[in-house]
T-cell receptor, first 109, second 114 residues
Framework: GQNIDQPTEMTATEGAIVQINCTYQ??????LFWYQQHAGEAPTFLSYNVLDGLEEKGRFSSFLSRSKGYSYLLLKELQMKDSASYLCAAPTYGQNFVFGPGTRLSVLP | DAGVIQSPRHEVTEMGQEVTLRCKPISGHNSLFWYRQTMMRGLELLIY????????DSGMPEDRFSAKMPNASFSTLKIQPSEPRDSAVYFC????????????FGNGTRLTVT
């Protein structure tokens, strides 16, 4: 089975840096995905990690530690438009694409 | 690429009525997923198909829910009879079955059962 955990809510200030954590327990690790979902919209793909370390993509970076079952999404130079929910998913080899509960990020001016 | 196409975008129906949600995956994708999203329960996986075959339907809440994928370009999720607690946003998503291939979501169907 799978167990994915994320903080429910976070608040940060425009221009700041925020780190959103994700812990997972899964049988048959096959990579970890991060998605962004704005209110009233569908989730959209942000990043994928399968090896340990940091993957940087513009203002967004994602980190993975397979031995600790831990990942985080790092958002730099926060903008108001970054206010959204952020979901992580760790599909198994059976491709059962299950998401964590999501972290709702509010960016304040 | 048109992306994953879902219809209808909104559906309002009365309790007891049959509801059919439709999905066209991205061409070339061989895995299709149905999700339900509510504030209370988040994004729940209902069922997924691989090469048109249902692989895991353990997330389907009860026998009132059924899903089919008659071919690689079409899937339906049916609720019969519908109940108010089925009110939610239903997402369809597809991907190519490879490790780093992301899921692509449709815009969802917002279902309201009164």
């Amino acid at each position: 089975g799978q167990n994915i955990d994320q903080p429910t809510e976070m608040t940060a200030t425009e221009g700041a840096i925020v780190q959103i954590n994700c812990t997972y327990q899964t049988s048959g690790f096959n990579g970890l995905f991060w998605y962004q979902q704005h209110a009233g919209e569908a989730p959209t793909f942000l990043s994928y990690n399968v090896l340990d370390g940091l993957e940087e993509k513009g203002r967004f970076s994602s980190f993975l530690s397979r031995s600790k079952g831990y990942s985080y999404l790092l958002l730099k130079e926060l903008q108001m438009k970054d206010s959204a929910s952020y979901l992580c998913a760790a599909p198994t080899y059976g491709q059962n694409f299950v998401f964590g509960p999501g972290t709702r990020l509010s960016v304040l001016p | 690429d048109a992306g994953v196409i879902q219809s209808p975008r909104h559906e309002v129906t009365e309790m007891g009525q049959e509801v059919t949600l439709r999905c066209k995956p991205i061409s070339g994708h061989n895995s299709l997923f149905w999700y339900r999203q509510t504030m209370m329960r988040g994004l729940e996986l209902l069922i997924y198909f691989n090469n048109n075959v249902p692989i895991d339907d353990s997330g389907m809440p009860e026998d009132r829910f059924s899903a089919k994928m008659p071919n690689a370009s079409f899937s339906t999720l049916k609720i019969q009879p519908s109940e108010p607690r089925d009110s939610a946003v239903y997402f369809c998503a597809s991907r190519y079955d490879a490790g780093n291939s992301p899921l692509h979501f449709g815009n969802g169907t917002r279902l309201t059962v009164t």
